[in-house]
């Protein structure tokens, strides 16, 4: 059992940053994946970007270079940096960690930014 629970999402101006944080408790010894999600509204839900076990990473055409991933496990969270944010970006984004075959997600967070 793996519990997450984003933090880090607000109102941000278009060209800002902001940094979203996903904690996760539980059973966090077996999480071999987790990615970043967003869904916008009227829109469906995409994948931002996924780091493996491995430390690999890989990212939406549409934030790629704008976006990074990254994972502390002393702190068992992973991370979403997001520079140079855009309109389009607004969503709520959604924390997704990967244990064998199962999946667990987070409560999700709000990202808005503003022309």
């Known amino acids: 059992q793996v519990q997450l629970v984003e933090s880090g999402g607000g109102l941000v101006q278009a060209g800002g940053s902001l940094k979203l944080s996903c904690a996760a408790s539980?059973?966090?010894?077996?999480?071999?994946?987790m990615r970043w999600f967003r869904q916008a509204q009227g829109k469906e839900r995409e994948l931002v970007a996924r780091?493996?076990?491995?430390?690999?990473?890989m990212y939406a055409d549409s934030v790629q270079g704008r976006f990074t991933i990254s994972r502390d496990n002393a702190k068992n969270t992973v991370y979403l940096q997001m520079n140079s944010l855009k309109p389009e970006d607004t969503a709520v984004y959604f924390c997704?960690?990967?244990?064998?075959?199962?999946?667990?997600w987070g409560q999700g967070t709000q990202v808005t930014v503003s022309s």
């Open positions: 997704n960690a990967r244990v064998f075959m199962t999946d667990y």
């Open positions: 780091i493996g076990s491995g430390g690999g990473t």
């Open positions: 539980g059973s966090t010894g077996s999480i071999n994946v």
